[in-house]
């Protein structure tokens, strides 16, 4: 029986903003709890998070048949690991720490296959193509994945423009907390300094006509960009929302139970 490939992160995005949160647990029972939240996406780490491709795979079989979208953040760019996310099912990456317009050239080369790239080729053994039980996986393969890049550092600023002008980049990403220490501001998403590149990005990206968003945990911050006209936000994680529910829970019932206010990503 044919199968027919998901709509894609580029695709719901351009039906408006989507609002999400991270999923960092590295647990499918969490993943899916989320997915049923009604927010539009998730983002699952695999950067900073216990996540190898096993629990990829379950976290991506939890969440799907949900009404949301799944995007997989890998720790690096590296082409044989996107491979293997891709292959997974993972139709929508997210690349950390992509500071230049070459970066995104060999991360656009790494998602298709070729002549266009240099994806490796087992559609036949893979999730992706449902074990080759979607027609036409393979020529219509760069159509189902949408690339998204982070940008993280004062460098990547400085070559926003040129990032957001390559071919097959669909979509920038700013991560406030790594731009923030890039800068020499470690901790301080909400300086002032930060906040003001943050939206100089906001600005080039929607002049070069890509979708663009941001990570923002504190809620006047994350309005204050939404404002700005960001496409695609991200307003919480699943262990944030457990280390700070379970903290409040503590205050309630102990006394001595520390009520010091953490800072947000």
Request: charged share 20%; hydrophobic share 50%; glycine share 10%.
């Amino acid at each position: 029986m044919p199968l027919r490939v998901e709509e894609t992160f580029s695709a719901r995005l351009a039906g408006g903003r989507q609002t999400g949160m991270w999923v960092c647990s590295g647990s499918p029972l969490i993943a899916e709890i989320c997915a049923g939240s009604g927010l539009d996406w998730l983002l699952i780490d695999a950067e900073h998070s216990p996540n190898g491709l096993e629990s990829l795979l379950a976290q991506l079989q939890a969440v799907h048949g949900y009404p949301v979208t799944a995007v997989v953040r890998p720790p690096s760019g590296d082409a044989v690991l996107l491979k293997q996310y891709l292959d997974l099912g993972a139709q929508n990456l997210l690349i950390p720490m992509v500071d230049t317009p070459e970066q995104a050239a060999e991360l656009v080369r790494a998602v298709r296959y070729p002549p266009l790239g240099i994806r490796g080729v087992g559609s036949a053994l893979a999730r992706a193509s449902r074990w080759n039980r979607i027609e036409g996986y393979l020529e219509n393969a760069a159509e189902s994945v949408t690339l998204l890049v982070q940008i993280e550092t004062a460098a990547a600023v400085d070559n926003v423009e040129a990032i957001a002008a390559v071919d097959g980049v669909d979509g920038l990403f700013i991560g406030p907390a790594d731009l923030a220490a890039s800068m020499g501001l470690l901790g301080q998403q909400e300086h002032p300094d930060v906040i003001a590149a943050v939206e100089h990005c906001i600005r080039v990206v929607k002049a070069a006509g890509k979708p663009v968003g941001v990570n923002a945990f504190a809620e006047a911050t994350a309005r204050r960009y939404i404002e700005a006209g960001v496409d695609f936000i991200l307003v919480g994680a699943d262990v944030a929302l457990l280390a700070r529910g379970s903290e409040a829970l503590a205050a309630k019932y102990l006394p001595a139970a520390d009520d010091d206010v953490r800072a947000s990503y």
